[in-house]
């Protein structure tokens, strides 16, 4: 449990929490959080990588030489990151050998402001 309230992403990942989910990890640095999803059968043109409202997004679908939808093979993940505790705008992802590594660098512990002074009129 104390894991889980230290870093509820990480514990996620491990299989505390939320859900467990088979074929990715995520490990939680000073600098960063670093995301390995494997995604067998894909390349880097089947992926798509995207944050929107601090949400990260990845996903991955077979391309179109399936006719047959249902054997298609299809990734979605979504993993909530906290607000002002990361740079998305300077995420990195690496697609080599159906291995999908993404790397969110942090925004610099003296960067954030953990408390915020209220006036009080």
């Known amino acids: 449990m104390d894991r889980f309230m230290k870093s509820p ?3 996620a ?9 088979r074929g990715w990890d995520v490990k939680e640095e000073k600098d ?22 601090n949400t990260l997004t990845i996903k991955g679908e077979e391309g179109e030489k399936w006719e047959n939808d249902e054997c298609r093979r299809k990734y979605t993940s979504r993993i909530d990151l ?13 697609m080599k050998n159906g291995v999908l590594k993404v790397v969110v660098p942090k925004v610099k512990e ?3 402001k953990e408390v915020l002074q209220v006036d009080i009129d």
Request: glycine letters at 10%; hydrophobic letters at 45%.
């Open 13 to 21: 990942a491990q299989g505390m929490g939320a859900v467990s989910r």
């Open 9 to 11: 992403l990480v514990a």
């Open 32 to 53: 960063a959080l670093f995301v390995r999803m494997d995604m067998p059968g894909l390349g880097k043109e089947d992926v798509k990588v995207s944050v929107e409202q």
């Open 82 to 94: 906290p607000a002002k505790m990361y740079k998305f705008d300077e995420i990195k992802a690496d």
């Open 110 to 112: 003296d960067g954030r």
